[in-house]
């Protein structure tokens, strides 16, 4: 069974860089077909996507946080990584990592979904 | 790239069916069957429900239904039961990933 947990502090000082890792375990990141990704949840509301990966390096970011984000993988640790620069306390909320299958949109059969999500993490952005 | 629209709050009585709305643009639901819908639990993570606008994965109860007209996608409910109490949000695929504004469910 796929599980994925995301790690790193709770709290981070406005103006610093966000950094998170998602470790998966029973499945190899380096798997075709499959993307990894970052999803944040501010409290009380809904969901954002923020970026996703594949494991050869291709990445996409949601254009409003393009500018101040990166999603890196360390195949090597079977990890992910999401840094997020300048944060802001709106960038407080819970981030969750998740496995993307995703293909097919321009030639093929065309798939979009997550399939297996982390527990999630509450990052406090304060000083 | 503006987040999907969903009704804030659906209730029914236990049996009853729910529907719930996910309105797009021609641009995301519109153009392409890949809306999925996830189902999250107070404290927990989402959960996928359903995916390409109508697919169940394994495991999960075909009390669950989804289907897509033009800009709207929609996920139906069927013999509503007191453990389907939770937030819902559906997603489409639009050069990017985009959510809906979530809707909560309650079974009175």
């Known amino acids: 069974q796929l599980q994925l947990q995301e790690s790193g502090p709770g709290l981070v000082k406005p103006s610093e860089t966000l950094s998170l890792t998602c470790t998966v375990s029973?499945?190899?990141?380096?798997?075709?077909?499959?993307?990894w990704g970052w999803i944040r949840q501010p409290p009380g509301k809904g969901l954002e996507w923020i970026g996703s990966?594949?494991?050869?390096?291709?990445?996409y970011y949601n254009p409003s946080l393009t500018s101040r984000v990166t999603v890196s993988v360390d195949t090597s640790k079977n990890q992910f990584s999401l840094k997020l620069t300048s944060v802001t306390a709106a960038d407080t909320a819970v981030y969750y990592c998740?496995?993307?299958?995703?293909?097919?949109?321009?030639?093929?059969?065309?798939?979009?979904?997550?399939?297996?999500w982390g527990q999630g993490t509450l990052v406090t952005v304060s000083s | 790239q503006s987040a999907l629209t969903q009704p804030a709050s659906v209730s029914g009585s236990p049996g009853q069916s729910i529907t719930i709305s996910c309105t797009g643009t021609?641009?995301?639901?519109?153009?392409?069957?890949?809306v999925s819908w996830y189902q999250q639990h107070p404290g927990k993570a989402p959960k996928l429900m359903i995916y390409?606008?109508?697919k169940r994965p394994s495991g999960v109860s075909n009390r669950f239904s989804g289907s897509k007209s033009g800009n709207t996608a929609s996920l139906t409910i069927s013999g509503l039961q007191a453990e389907d109490e939770a937030d819902y949000y559906c997603?489409?695929?639009?050069?990017?990933?985009?959510f809906g504004t979530g809707t909560k469910v309650t079974v009175l």
């Open positions: 998740a496995r993307l299958i995703y293909g097919g949109v321009v030639a093929g059969t065309p798939t979009a979904f997550f399939d297996y």
């Open positions: 029973g499945g190899s990141i380096s798997s075709s077909s499959y993307y």
């Open positions: 990966m594949y494991y050869s390096g291709s990445t």
């Open positions: 021609s641009s995301d639901v519109g153009s392409y069957n890949l």
């Open positions: 390409e606008v109508s």
């Open positions: 997603c489409s695929y639009a050069g990017s990933m985009v």
